[in-house]
């Protein structure tokens, strides 16, 4: 069964960082992974999308010099870095994966990450 | 950016009725299309992909046509389970795009 558990959000100062996980199982972990965010009440945003070799990386232009995606496939683990939180920054974090085409075919619960004073 | 339109934003039905939600892009984007559906407090899950191709372990009232810069997601038969919020994805290039979302509620 293929399973994504997120962790690492919290609450956070405007200017802060934040380090995000997602812990995949249940799959070969050699498949394009993405962070797609949820602001509270609002639709679904693109986040950061990552080859499973780590040779493209991608980044919407809302977190482009602020936010790293990393991954590392020995561990079964993919990384969001947060820096220069900002308050729009606030949302659910999901982690999702891309299947067999460029679509999100599993999910994770999501973590909540709060920027706020 | 592909920006992706969604028609309408809420919409209000009952247990078996016929729904049509219609998402529409900004340029053609073939079939690179996905639907999701997200209950309250949930993550999404993946209905359709390829604009029509069903996903394994989806019920098949759920059907999805079009392609270009129109398409449509149909709910055959509305059942309980079914009232949620939709969403339209493109992935024919980055940055992946989502509709903003159509929200089925009970009429």
């Known amino acids: 069964e293929v399973q994504l558990v997120e962790s690492g959000g919290g609450l956070v100062t405007p200017g802060g960082s934040l380090r995000l996980s997602c812990a995949a199982s249940?799959?070969?972990?050699?498949?394009?992974m993405s962070w797609v965010r949820q602001a509270p009440g609002k639709g679904l945003e693109w986040v950061s999308s990552?080859?499973?070799?780590?040779?493209?990386?991608y980044y919407a232009d809302s977190v482009k010099g602020r936010f790293t995606i990393s991954r590392d496939n020995a561990k079964s683990s993919l990384y969001l870095q947060m820096n220069r939180l900002r308050v729009e920054d606030t949302a659910v974090y999901y982690c999702?994966?891309?299947?067999?085409?460029?679509?999100?075919?599993?999910w994770g619960q999501g973590t909540l990450v709060t920027v706020s004073s | 950016d592909i920006q992706l339109t969604q028609s309408p934003s809420t919409l209000s039905a009952s247990v078996r009725d016929r729904v049509t939600i219609t998402c529409r892009a900004s340029?053609?984007?073939?079939?690179?299309l996905a639907w999701y559906q997200q209950r309250p407090g949930k993550a999404p899950n993946l209905l359709i992909y390829?604009?029509?191709s069903l996903e394994s372990g989806v019920p098949s009232r759920f059907s999805g046509s079009g392609s270009g810069t129109e398409f449509t997601l149909t709910i055959s038969s509305l059942q309980p389970d079914d009232f949620a919020t939709y969403y339209c994805?493109?992935?024919?290039?980055?940055?992946?795009?989502f509709g903003h979302g159509t929200k089925v509620d009970i009429k």
């Open positions: 994805q493109q992935y024919i290039s980055y940055p992946w795009t």
């Open positions: 390829k604009a029509s």
């Open positions: 340029q053609n984007i073939n079939s690179w």
């Open positions: 999702a994966r891309e299947g067999s085409g460029e679509f999100f075919d599993y």
């Open positions: 249940g799959f070969t972990f050699s498949t394009t």
């Open positions: 990552i080859s499973g070799r780590s040779t493209y990386i």
